[in-house]
Every structure is written in C-alpha cells, then in structure tokens.
C-alpha cells in the first residue's frame, strides 16, 4: 500500500488499516458466536417451524444482547488490562468505568424489567417509526459497546504488530 507523506515523516497507511480489518473480524465472529441462540431461533421463524416467534420475544424481553454486550465489554477491558501494552492512568480508569457503564444501564434496564410487564414496555401496536424507549437504551448500548471494543482491538491489534514486525 501506498505511503502517505508528511512534512517531516511517512506513516503507513497498511498497518492501522490491518488493524482496524482484524479487530472488525473479531467483533463481527464475537457478537455472531455469541448471539448464535438467536441467529438459529431467527433462522427458525424464517422457516416457519415451530413457535419462534414466541422464543424470538423472549429474546427481546430478556434483554439478551444487552447482556452479551455487557460479557463483551467486559472482556475487552479485562483484556486491555492484562495486556502488555503500558496505558496511562486515565486509560485504565477509562477502562474501568466504560465497563462499569454499560454495566450500570443494562442493570438499570433490568430492574425496569422486573418491576414493570414486558408487554407494557414492549407495545405490540407500535409502528416501526416509533420504538419503545428500551430499544433506544439497548441500541446506545450496542453502539457503545461495539465502537468501544473495536478502538480497543484496534490499538491493541496495532501495537502487537509494531511489537513483533520484524
């Protein structure tokens, strides 16, 4: 790949870019492992077989990807401190409560959950326009979760390439 110059140095554009294509591979087979419950239950309702319409609700009333992003997110910043690269204290601090975050809301969805019915959160008669407000945390969550791990990765992935290219 080509170099872009600068004033006073070259930066190669390949290796961030390898980078950034690694830690999208990982993301995309970490949510797809993960999620692969409701891919199948998905994949059955497409089908026609059995009553996955009613498992795919259970899914979305149980906040399942909520709950994968919190083991993601989780993950990521356990690795981001266990890994070799030497990080500012504000980066672990960072770390930490990005975590705790996440955490924080999908617990906060929750207990919405428990002390209220599904069906009033969920209202069957809304149009595709106008989705319930959980969806919207659920969406912030995803999203945040999903950058957040693929910059980590990223850097991540960068650095052991800078480390071990010969």
Excluded at 42 to 61: Q, T
Excluded at 123 to 140: E, M, R
Aim: hydrophobic share 50%.
């Amino acid at each position: 790949m080509e170099l872009m110059k600068f004033k006073a140095f070259t930066f190669d554009v390949s290796n961030p870019l390898r980078a950034l294509v690694k830690s999208l591979i990982w993301l995309v087979c970490v949510f797809s492992c993960g999620s692969l419950p409701m891919l199948l239950v998905w994949l059955l309702d497409y089908l026609g077989i059995g009553e996955a319409d009613k498992k795919l609700d259970a899914f979305r009333y149980e906040l399942f990807l909520p709950f994968l992003c919190c083991a993601i997110i989780g993950e990521i910043s356990f690795e981001a401190f266990l890994c070799k690269i030497k990080f500012s204290r504000f980066s672990y601090l960072f770390f930490g409560l990005s975590a705790f975050i996440v955490i924080g809301i999908v617990c906060l969805l929750y207990v919405i959950f428990f002390f209220r019915e599904p069906h009033a959160i969920f209202n069957n008669n809304t149009t595709p326009h106008k989705l319930p407000s959980i969806w919207y945390f659920q969406t912030i969550v995803i999203t945040y979760t999903s950058i957040y791990a693929l910059c980590i990765k990223t850097f991540m992935f960068f650095d052991e390439e800078k480390r071990y290219r010969p």
